[in-house]
């Protein structure tokens, strides 16, 4: 009887501790990372960096000097040197260490051992990045992060910053207008791109900026958010309508910034511009950000009378993403499939949308039209999305880099109670009041009856 007492008093609270850790592991990859990986990582990295290194062919000769004074002090044998670690410092979701190359080396050998690096230290992924010439910083993430989308809580968005979605390597992706001014995402239906769409919409709800819709779908993707749109055109007529306003918006603010250009001599060349951005606050006009969803639906044609009102807005589009920038208009262009067989301006326009977005598209040709001529290695990444992830894409732009991200869930409801909550930022552009959509007055609450209804008095 004492030992099944003692058994209980032991192999109870054991049975658990490990339950509960099977538990978190499975259901709170968090909380398990925080409690019981990191501890387990740490020590793992700390007593093996050395023989880890050695083994990943990241070590090199030692000086001479570090060789005669080895042999001089002890005699034990001497080792090849690894690149200099860091302080490890732990984080929500993983480790983060920097080494200092030894001579020799580059970022690319270490970034060439990271799949090992990974099952060395018993991690979910290591990401490797350049910090400065001979350091680069290790981050190791712990688990599985775009399995449930949980954004930073210290996020800093700014002007035209908007943080949308979470990298792989647990940091925020942010769609930056002012340094990748015009996008093209695709995705398939059920792939999370509306998703995405709300968190822009969102997001720049809340910032001083002109948000301006094209939604050939009838509006049902933009029209929730019309308290906070400036302008909204619902089909192919009304955009052809909308976008030459656009065109001559920017051109009005080209000659705003020329009219600033034309100044005496005498004034100081930080004072001279070439976009918006340099002219005074007061007289800096508000930024405008197009959201063209399904844009082949402006490129298909059904008769041949329709192919030049096509023409039309297809190269006011092109314009708009060529010289759009400096006056302050930026693209965000959408849909499901866009490739060379759309027509005419299909590859000019694409050439102009410096940042890609890829979510789970039906065919490859799709990910190839999106990511091919940037990152021909992302195609396949985009091809592998799996249709049980919503919201996960391969993300990149024109300067070759890539990585998956995933956006976390937002409901309609709470991305339309967003808008209307910040309708009061709509900027006065008298171009777009045409254009302006109606908004729907909400029913007010009918007002209730007393609780208590008066009886006759008979005699």
């Not at 008093?9 to 019981?36: D, F, H, N, Q």
């Not at 060439?112 to 060395?120: D, M, Q």
């Not at 930024?287 to 844009?295: Q, T």
């Amino acid at each position: 009887m004492t030992d099944l007492t003692t058994l209980l008093e032991v192999g109870g609270p054991v049975a658990a501790l490990g339950g509960g850790a099977a538990y978190a592991r499975a259901k709170r990859p968090g909380i398990y990372w925080s409690t019981v990986g990191l501890p387990i990582s740490t020590v793992r990295l700390l007593s093996s960096y050395g023989s880890v290194m050695e083994a990943c062919g990241l070590t090199v000769a030692p000086s001479r000097l570090r060789v005669l004074a080895v042999k001089a002090t002890t005699r034990r044998e001497v080792r090849s040197v690894p690149p200099r670690r860091g302080i490890v410092r732990p984080t929500s979701t993983g480790l983060r260490v920097r080494l200092r190359l030894a001579p020799g080396q580059e970022p690319a050998d270490v970034a060439a051992s990271a799949e090992r690096l990974r099952h060395a230290w018993g991690v979910h992924a290591v990401y490797v990045t350049t910090v400065k010439p001979g350091v680069v910083e290790l981050r190791l993430v712990g688990f599985d992060v775009l399995r449930k989308v949980r954004m930073p809580r210290k996020l800093h968005p700014d002007l035209l910053r908007v943080p949308v979605a979470l990298r792989e390597d647990a940091t925020p992706f942010v769609r930056d207008y002012r340094t990748v001014p015009h996008q093209l995402t695709l995705g398939a239906t059920l792939s999370g791109k509306s998703m995405y769409l709300r968190h822009l919409v969102t997001g720049l709800a809340r910032q001083p900026v002109a948000l301006v819709g094209i939604d050939c779908k009838r509006g049902v993707e933009l029209a929730p958010f019309a308290p906070r749109l400036s302008a909204l055109a619902t089909d192919p007529e009304q955009a052809a309508e909308l976008l030459p306003v656009l065109i001559k918006e920017m051109e009005d603010r080209y000659d705003l910034i020329k009219d600033r250009q034309g100044i005496a001599p005498s004034t100081p060349d930080e004072k001279i511009t070439s976009d918006i951005w340099g002219l005074p606050e007061h007289e800096r006009p508000v930024p405008v950000v197009l959201f063209v969803d399904e844009v082949a639906e402006l490129f298909l044609v059904a008769t041949k009378k329709d192919e030049e009102r096509r023409d039309e807005m297809v190269t006011q589009l092109i314009r708009l993403a060529q010289l759009g920038r400096a006056a302050g208009i930026y693209l965000e262009v959408c849909g499901q499939r866009f490739g060379a067989e759309l027509g005419k301006g299909a590859t000019m326009l694409r050439a102009q949308l410096t940042g890609r977005v890829c979510h789970r598209v039906n065919d490859e040709a799709s990910a190839k039209m999106a990511l091919g001529d940037i990152a021909p290695e992302a195609v396949s990444a985009a091809c592998a999305i799996a249709p049980e992830r919503p919201g996960l894409a391969v993300a990149g732009d024109t300067s070759g880099g890539w990585s998956r991200i995933r956006t976390p869930y937002l409901s309609l409801d709470d991305a339309a109670e967003t808008c209307r909550e910040w309708a009061h930022l709509v900027p006065d552009l008298p171009a777009l009041k045409p254009f302006r959509p109606d908004v729907p007055v909400p029913p007010t609450a009918e007002t209730p009856g007393p609780l208590v209804w008066p009886r006759p008095v008979t005699d």
